[in-house]
């Protein structure tokens, strides 16, 4: 996978489009990316996973190309909702 399309797809998917969450590890969810497959999880239970063929779509959409400043995601503003290790969440 080219590096440019695992950013825009790290953008695209960074924060869950069910509950908004945008943490990864310790239960929270998962990314797996590699040479033809890219996997996000989240801790709600959605769930996506692009192969080849996915990929190669999305690629060719042009949305793979698009400046990281004209990627949507559902960040707060492209800031993800971020708790530190020993914070709490109010």
Known sequence: MKINTSIQLIKKYAACPVCGNALLGNGNGALVIHTD?????????????????????????GEARKPASQTQNNTNNGRANHVGRNQEKY
């Not at 996506?48 to 690629?59: N, S």
């Open 37 to 61: 497959r890219f996997v996000r999880s989240c801790r709600c239970g959605w769930h996506v996973e692009l192969g080849p063929e996915e990929i190669k779509r999305f690629e060719e959409s």
